[in-house]
């Protein structure tokens, strides 16, 4: 029993991290339909750049923020330099984006070298505690906090605000939202900016979460913001967060028992679900 509550809190911990990543594919997917193999890219550089800030100034704040401007920072100057100028070109765009990530994982070990840097957590959230005989980590509750406030400000912003009707209706009929006044581009750019955003700061998180930053760990989480993107249905944001969970905790129990079967249980777990729902758990036209 302790050893299915401790597998399950770290399952949940997980899905934090995952769910920021794959929150911000599912916005970027929504409204402009480009399939971003970049973002694994704009995850690393956050991570390392929010390692170094800290080691440079003991301040994680600093860090955490640093993450996240500097995904926005790549976000834009690949959406304005690059991707805008080929919307609705499926093919080049996959091509792009797989460029922009093999570019950025390789332009990290200029700075920081090939070999893993160690990242820790601040004092104020290394702490533990022991209920019953379950470990229960304080970084672990602060990712788990940190993903459950960015979902509920993000179904808020869609639902609730201008930008977010401009953006359901634009995922659906852009050339309306256009002809109505809107800079529709404007918009598209304001989402590939967020979702990027999201992907840097899911990274400064990430580093202190595996206790180190590794070049090959965009790759790695690329690889799992895909399937849960895919499991939980292309642009569904509630799809992103459940399969977050799914993700996240199959990955924990199998890398407990076999963690060289961690990768494959999370397609199994993908191939499951598409074969009872083709368009995942939650797929629609919908963002939200």
């Given at each position: 029993?302790?050893?299915a ?6 399952g ?15 916005l970027?997917?929504?409204l402009?339909?480009v399939i971003?193999f970049?973002h694994g ?12 800030l ?5 301040n ?8 996240l ?22 093919t080049?765009q ?20 090939r070999?893993?840097?160690n ?6 959230l290394?702490?533990s505690w022991?209920v ?7 970084y672990?509750?602060f ?10 400000a993000?179904v ?12 359901r ?7 309306l939202?256009?002809?109505?006044g ?10 590939f900016?967020?979702?990027a ?6 990274g400064?998180?990430a580093?202190?979460y ?7 760990m ?12 895919v ?12 399969g977050?969970?799914?993700i996240?905790v ?13 990768v ?13 729902r083709?368009n ?9």
């Open positions: 029993m302790t050893v509550l401790t597998l399950l809190i770290n949940v911990a997980n899905s934090a991290i995952y769910f920021l990543m794959a929150a911000g594919l599912t970027i997917f929504g402009l339909r971003n970049a890219g704009v995850y690393l550089w956050g991570a390392y750049l929010g390692t170094f800290y080691t440079a100034t003991g994680f704040f600093i860090a955490v923020c640093g993450g401007v500097t995904g926005a920072l790549l976000g834009w100057l690949s959406e304005r330099g690059l991707l805008a100028a080929i919307y609705g070109q499926g080049q996959l091509l792009l984006t797989m460029g922009i990530f093999i570019i950025l994982s390789e332009l990290i070990k200029i700075p920081f070298g070999d893993p840097i990242s820790s957590p601040p004092p104020v290394g702490h022991i019953g005989h379950v470990v229960i980590v304080e672990q509750v990712a788990v906090v940190a993903g459950a406030l960015v979902y509920v993000l808020l912003l869609l639902s609730r605000t201008r930008l977010g009707l401009v953006v209706a634009g995922v659906t009929n852009p050339e939202v256009q002809s109505r809107v800079a529709i581009k404007r918009v598209f750019t304001a989402v900016v967020l979702g955003a999201l992907a840097g700061f899911a400064a998180l580093g202190p595996f206790g180190s930053v590794t070049p090959g965009g790759m790695d989480m690329q690889l799992n913001a895909f399937i849960i993107v499991l939980g249905g292309l642009g569904s944001l509630k799809g992103s967060l459940v977050s969970l799914l996240g199959a990955t924990a129990v199998v890398s407990y028992y076999a963690s060289s079967l961690a494959l249980s999370s397609v199994i777990v993908m191939a499951i679900v598409l074969v009872i083709p995942g758990l939650f797929g629609s036209k919908e963002v939200v």
